[in-house]
């Protein structure tokens, strides 16, 4: 093995920061989220869109702050708190649970740097996510990037949720691709539903499984597995897709 953590551990200063400029400038200039403008601070307050709670009809999320509720925990959960890797406390690797910020911080990885140095790793054998899940994408990294470099806080927003135009393409692919891709892709996709299929998002709607995970119904597994359940505007997106058939429109 190259690259020990210990050495991966000493990046100097400079460089890394000059890393995080090249992927805050690609990230800026990146089409990866569209927000509606700010709205008048009267609104700023009351609904709360992180644990299946109150429809959230207004936008409090400014487009230049990473939100860590609402872009960085949902990704984090998807590629890294996969079953057998950083989840649990029986399965985690080296102590390190990304299943929440406490955890996370718990961990100290964002805090000395090994959280961007395993995400950005060029070898195979240090890289997480490790093969054969796939790596984070540019777009992904250079989040997480500006998330670090904005202060690793622990902040959310509410942003708007459109439950009047529900498409696949528009609405559910988007969502999906968000929150579950992370395990339900790949050639070993979890629970061995590969979601980068239309054709397997319609079965599992279909057959009641879609609507009873994410609704965390007793007789279903509870999707996301770890996590804060998906905020309620989400869950309604869903319901309402596999009540017109989930179609591919
Ligand atoms: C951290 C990994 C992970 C994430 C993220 C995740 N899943 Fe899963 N999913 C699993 C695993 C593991 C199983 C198999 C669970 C089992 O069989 O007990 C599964 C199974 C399922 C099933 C079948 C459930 C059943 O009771 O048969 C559905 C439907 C599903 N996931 C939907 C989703 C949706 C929708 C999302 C995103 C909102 C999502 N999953 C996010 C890991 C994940």
Known sequence: MKSSKTSRRHHSGPVRIGLLLVLAAFLFFSPSCKHEPLVDPGNLFGTGNTGGGDPDPVDTCDPNTVYFDQQILPLLISNCAVPGCHNTATDDNDHIRITSYATLMQSGIVQDGDLWDAITDNDPDDIMPRPPQAPLTPAQIALIGQWIQQGTQNNT?????????????????????????????????????????????????????????????????????????????????????????????
Not at 170 to 199: D, E, M
């Open 157 to 249: 927003c509410v942003s708007a949720c459109d439950t009047a135009n529900v498409t696949y393409s528009g609405t559910i692919a988007p969502l999906v691709q968000a929150r579950c891709q992370g395990c339900h892709s790949g050639a070993t996709p979890q629970g061995g539903l590969n979601f980068t299929s239309w054709q397997v998002l319609n079965s599992v709607a279909m057959d009641g499984r879609l609507a009873g995970a994410v609704q965390h119904q007793a007789t279903f597994a509870s999707m996301p597995p770890t996590g804060p359940m998906l905020p309620q505007c989400h869950i309604d997106q869903f319901l309402i897709w596999i009540n017109e058939g989930a179609p591919q429109n």
